[in-house]
């Protein structure tokens, strides 16, 4: 079982900037792509960047160029520093992470609890 652990969100104002962090751990016996998603008040979850273990990137077109998604290999962990951030970008993010137990090929996706995140003046 693979445990994520949100941590970062909070208030802030339109046009500032959070950085959320995610770190796996329990029974690991691989990391791969690992994601963070976000859903809004009355909306879908949906996508916002993730990365795969060599560091490949992709971002949903309403956060190129104000998010940057990276990782740690080390540490099982993701991180998410958003800048520029406005009303809209407001929602309960939730990292997720590709991940396999010691001595098994099957790939499960794994999920954080989720961590609020409000852009408002």
């Known amino acids: 079982q693979v445990h994520l652990v949100e941590s970062g969100g909070g208030l802030v104002q339109p046009g500032g900037s959070l950085r959320l962090s995610c770190a796996a751990s329990?029974?690991?016996?691989?990391?791969?792509?690992m994601g963070w998603y976000r859903q809004a008040p009355g909306k879908q979850r949906e996508l916002v960047a993730d990365?795969?273990?060599?560091?490949?990137?992709n971002y949903a077109d309403s956060v190129k160029g104000r998010f940057t998604i990276s990782r740690d290999n080390a540490k099982n962990a993701v991180y998410l520093q958003m800048n520029s951030l406005k009303p809209e970008d407001t929602a309960v993010y939730f990292c997720?992470?590709?991940?396999?137990?010691?001595?098994?090929?099957?790939?499960?996706?794994?999920w954080g609890q989720g961590t609020q995140v409000t852009v408002s003046s």
């Open positions: 997720n992470t590709e991940a396999r137990a010691p001595g098994d090929y099957s790939i499960v996706l794994y």
């Open positions: 990365i795969t273990k060599r560091g490949s990137t």
């Open positions: 329990g029974s690991i016996g691989g990391i791969y792509t």
